[in-house]
C-alpha cells in the first residue's frame, strides 16, 4: 500500500451541499436506526466523488486521479490520509465489508464520475442510459442489498432510480450547461426536435426544447 498524499491536491472539493440539499431524505426514520449509520456512510462518498467530478477549478486529469485515488483507498489497496474525502471512502469500505453489501454499488458510481470529469458528450439515448446505469442505479441496489432484499427486485429500482435520474437531468439542464458546461440532453434527439443548447440557456421551455423532454420523457415511461 501507499500513503502518498500527492494526488490529493488541495483540499477545496466540496460543493457545500448535504444531505438536506438533497431532493430525497437521506437516511430516513423510515430505515431502521441500525442501517443508518450505513446509508450515511455511502451517501458521504457518494458526495466526495460528485463534488470532485464537479469541481471546477480541477483539470479531467486531476479530477480522474482524486477518483481513482478513491476507488484505491475503498478497495484497499491504498492507506488512507486523514482527510475527510478520503476517509468517507475509508468508512464505507467498513460498513461494506460489515454489511456485505457488493462493493459495486460503490465502484460503479466512479465510471460515471470519470465520464463526467472528461466531459463525455451524451449523443443518444442509449449514451444517457448507460449514465443513469452508472450514476444512479448503484444507489437503489445498494439499499436493497443492505436491506436483504432478492435480487428479483434490481429490475423495479434500476427503473425507478433511472427515471429520477433523468427528471434530474431536466430539471437541471440549464444549471448543469451554465456551470459545468455538461449537457445530458442527447445530442441526436436535440438535433431531431430542432433544438440547441444555446435554446437549453434560456430559461424556459421553447417548443422545441419541450419536444425533446417529452421524448425522454415518453421514451422511459415506454
Not at 483540499?11 to 437521506?26: I, L, M, R, W, Y
Not at 486529469?61 to 477518483?67: P, Q, T
Not at 463525455?120 to 439515448?125: A, D, G, H, L, Y
Request: include cysteine; charged fraction near 25%.
Amino acid at each position: 500500500m501507499t500513503d502518498t498524499a500527492s494526488v490529493w491536491g488541495r483540499d477545496d472539493v466540496s460543493s457545500g451541499k448535504g444531505a438536506s440539499d438533497e431532493n430525497f431524505p437521506v437516511g430516513s426514520l423510515l430505515l431502521s436506526k441500525a442501517l443508518r449509520p450505513h446509508v450515511h456512510a455511502y451517501y458521504d462518498y457518494a458526495r466526495v466523488i460528485d463534488d470532485i467530478a464537479d469541481c471546477e477549478s480541477l483539470s479531467a486529469d486531476e479530477k480522474i486521479g482524486r477518483l481513482n485515488a478513491m476507488e484505491e483507498v475503498l478497495l484497499g489497496t491504498r492507506d488512507p490520509i486523514p482527510r475527510a474525502d478520503a476517509m468517507s471512502a475509508a468508512r464505507l469500505r467498513v460498513s461494506l465489508l460489515k454489511t456485505g453489501v457488493p462493493f459495486e454499488t460503490a465502484t460503479d458510481l466512479l465510471i460515471a464520475f470519470r465520464d463526467d470529469s472528461r466531459g463525455t458528450p451524451c449523443t443518444s439515448w442509449t449514451d444517457l442510459l448507460h449514465y443513469c446505469r452508472y450514476s444512479a442505479n448503484p444507489v437503489g441496489r445498494f439499499l436493497l442489498h443492505l436491506h436483504g432484499e432478492v435480487p428479483q427486485t434490481f429490475a423495479a429500482s434500476d427503473a425507478l432510480c433511472t427515471s429520477l435520474q433523468i427528471l434530474n437531468h431536466l430539471q437541471d439542464c440549464q444549471k448543469d450547461l451554465q456551470r459545468l458546461h455538461r449537457c445530458y440532453m442527447p445530442e441526436d434527439l436535440m438535433a431531431q426536435a430542432g433544438a440547441t443548447q444555446d435554446d437549453l440557456l434560456a430559461g424556459r421551455a421553447s417548443p422545441n426544447v419541450r419536444r425533446v423532454f417529452n421524448t425522454l420523457l415518453d421514451g422511459w415511461m415506454r
